[in-house]
């Protein structure tokens, strides 16, 4: 994963509430077996839409997702961060996020910041108001802020998930210094697995 | 000090490591994998030159593209083709157990792991997709992760994990008659709407519960994730225990008598604290029908289609105005006019052998009404042969049900199995969302009763309405 200090752009408000995982990247995409090229399918039914957000000029090539309350329920499809990465998202702006989502999302990357509804509905605001405002969200600083408008607001991230961010650490590898550890849970937990058993059948 | 819930001795006994100022590595028992959501995971490790580490803990099956068609009908689609294949080459490659598409263990993989008794109590189990909450019912630790995660399991069989908060949720009394375990999940969805369960494991307890079947539990662990919670857990007692025995991949005898005292002991402490709970009279409980795009927009469905002017805030008005346009419903129409144009009974909510009897029991002798399509799709070739030794597919083809081959089928738009644009459908599936079951489709979640009785009327019915 590559390290993610500072995401800086343009942000679209797309509003609504209960944003699923199906609406960001529908099932007819998750048949392919690579892991890129989603950015095509990202809310493609409502991008069948002219007025859809995301079709109007004005917020072209934005890098902050701005959602409302509960961003991401739904399916654990992980082709929804890999598709807002892909469009050209780097963060997603919310009140509040499905668990299984946020949790995809920062093993990739998307920095996902939670802000309370009074200051998400300001921020919303100010980029409808000029959608051509510079957003910065600084995952060192803890800080969104749109800085012509002398906004600021700070947010929170787990502390190992903002470390995660800012070195660019492969979660894989991180386990992996466990090793000794794993080996010994496995040889006081060990017997016969009900897969062994079936696979012997 | 209390005692500790369900969910704090499951955590307990899989702590590998403690890292300061890090997520506890939490150990997995059980991987589960599917075509879907491995693809990429096995890519990675390819590309970092790593093993699977335990495949022995590891089982795979095909479910969410498969055609249900007869498995010598080629899979058309070639991306899907490409997908199942793919799975083939990873499992064989990596040493993994699969069960292909026409494998007498294949079915979808929520199905196959209670019913091949692979999930047991006291295990964590890990698959990527959200509906493993599913296992919980036998009171193991079961949660949905996404790619990155099986990649990591697959690789370590382990897991960073925060500790999630508890919430017990009590179902007190016992479902009256026509009242299903379906209903009952309904039901909790629409009191703590999709979100009010996001940060906690959900332990469902109380009369109502202990009085379900082990497949009636499943129903309603598996849509946990539709309240926000990755996981719902039950306690273990005799049906649990019962439910397992003879299983394939529980051990037979006396090693099976020392299993279940352990198992019995993945119970709440009687003085175990959890940080919320709520409280629902399921005894006041009547059939639920899905009115909406999310499942939490829940009515009875002696009810009627509720206006936008009934919303608490701006922001819900929006979300009922957005969920009618896109459903074509009127506000105040009885959800008993409104027709419908599909029903599915399937999934891996509503697939198993006790679903498949409930909707044979209303459909038999009856025939499912002039322009409407219905599909049967059991959930596992193992269900499938059990309800045909029943003579229950004879009683659904007689109806005019489809009875297909298993798989996800028409509860997520991967497979031949899906709603045109402006179809309206009455399926025992979990997801309402917009295009779930095909672009454009409106879907109605409902009982396997319901489903029955709703394909007969030609419009949203109880069973006792087209009783012979």
Redesign the interface.
């Known amino acids: 994963m590559r390290p993610v200090r500072v995401v800086e752009g343009r942000a679209v408000p797309l509003g609504r509430n209960d944003v699923d995982t199906d609406q960001i990247i529908p099932s007819e995409w998750l048949k392919r077996v690579e892991r890129t090229g989603f950015g095509r399918g990202l809310f493609s039914e409502w991008r069948d839409d002219p007025d859809f957000v995301l079709n109007r000029p004005e917020y072209a090539g934005a890098t902050i997702l701005i959602g409302a309350e509960r961003f991401g329920t739904g399916s654990s499809r992980e082709h929804a961060v890999w598709a807002l990465l892909d469009y050209g998202f780097a963060a997603v702006v919310a009140s509040s996020f499905g668990d299984i989502f946020a949790n995809n999302a920062a093993k990739q990357g998307l920095v996902i910041v939670r802000l309370e509804p009074a200051a998400l509905a300001e921020l919303v605001a100010l980029v409808t108001a000029d959608p051509a405002r510079h957003v910065t969200v600084d995952v060192e600083r803890l800080v969104v802020e749109v800085p012509d408008a002398g906004w600021h607001h700070a947010f929170a991230l787990e502390p190992m998930t903002r470390e995660r961010l800012l070195q660019g650490w492969d979660d894989i590898g991180l386990s992996l210094r466990h090793e000794a550890e794993i080996t010994a849970f496995e040889s006081r937990h060990g017997g016969e697995t009900p897969v062994a058993r079936l696979a012997a059948r | 000090m209390g005692g500790r819930t369900l969910y704090d001795k499951l955590f307990d006994e899989h702590v590998?490591?403690t890292?300061p100022?890090?997520?506890t590595?939490l150990?997995i028992?059980?991987h589960l994998v599917h075509e879907?959501?491995s693809?990429?995971a096995f890519?990675g490790l390819r590309l970092?030159g790593?093993r699977v580490r335990?495949?022995?803990?590891?089982?795979a099956t095909a479910d969410?593209?498969v055609p249900t068609d007869p498995p010598a009908v080629p899979v058309a689609?070639p991306?899907?083709r490409?997908?199942l294949e793919?799975l083939e080459e990873n499992c064989a490659e990596f040493g993994v157990?699969l069960f292909p598409r026409g494998d007498a263990n294949q079915g979808i993989v929520h199905v196959i792991g209670p019913e091949?008794?692979?999930?047991?109590p006291g295990m964590t189990i890990v698959c990527?997709?959200?509906h493993t909450s599913t296992h919980g019912a036998l009171g193991a630790l079961a949660f949905?992760?996404?790619?990155?995660?099986v990649?990591?399991v697959l690789?370590?069989?382990?897991?960073?994990q925060?500790r999630a908060r508890t919430m017990a949720v009590t179902l007190e009394g016992r479902l009256a008659p026509g009242v299903s375990a379906k209903d009952l999940v309904l039901a909790i969805i629409e009191r703590l709407g999709?979100?009010g369960g996001?940060?906690h494991v959900i332990e469902y307890r109380g009369e109502a519960i202990r009085a379900l079947s082990m497949e009636g539990r499943m129903t309603v662990c598996n849509m946990s994730?539709?309240a926000?919670a990755?996981a719902g857990l039950i306690a273990v007692d005799e049906t649990t225990i019962e439910y397992l025995r003879g299983r394939?991949?529980?051990?037979e005898g006396p090693p099976f008598d020392e299993a279940a005292a352990r198992w019995r002991t993945y119970v709440s402490d009687d003085d175990a604290a959890f940080d919320a709970e709520v409280v629902i009279d399921a005894a006041a409980l009547s059939p639920r029908v899905t009115w909406g795009t999310?499942p939490a927009q829940v009515v009875a469905l002696d009810g009627v289609v509720p206006s936008p002017e009934d919303a608490g805030s701006d922001?819900?008005r929006?979300?009922v105005e957005?969920a009618l346009a896109y459903m074509g419903l009127t506000p105040g129409t009885p959800l008993r006019e409104v027709g419908v144009d599909v029903v599915f009974i399937g999934s891996c909510t509503n697939s198993r052998l006790e679903d498949l009897r409930a909707a044979a029991a209303v459909v038999a002798g009856r025939s499912v009404a002039a322009g409407v399509r219905a599909l049967v799709v059991p959930g596992s070739h193992r269900v499938k042969a059990a309800a045909e030794a029943e003579g229950l597919d004879r009683v659904f083809a007689a109806a005019g049900f489809e009875w297909r081959e298993p798989g996800c089928s028409m509860c997520?738009?991967?497979n031949p199995d899906q709603l045109k644009p402006g179809q309206r459908c009455a399926s025992t599936s979990n997801?309402n969302?917009?295009?779930?079951q095909g672009?454009g489709g409106r879907t109605h979640l409902v009982s396997p009763a319901v489903a029955a009785a709703t394909a007969i009327a030609g419009r949203f019915a109880a069973p006792a309405e087209v009783a012979p």
């Open positions: 590998v490591a890292p100022g890090e997520p590595l150990y028992d059980l879907v959501t693809p990429q890519d970092n790593r335990r495949p022995d803990r590891t089982l969410h593209n689609d991306v899907s490409r997908q793919v157990t091949l008794g692979v999930s047991q990527g997709d959200s949905g992760i996404g790619t990155s995660e990649e990591h690789a370590t069989q382990t897991l960073p925060q999709t979100g996001a940060g994730i539709e926000g990755r394939p991949g529980v051990p999310n922001e819900e929006d979300a957005r997520l738009g991967m997801r969302f917009e295009g779930r672009r």
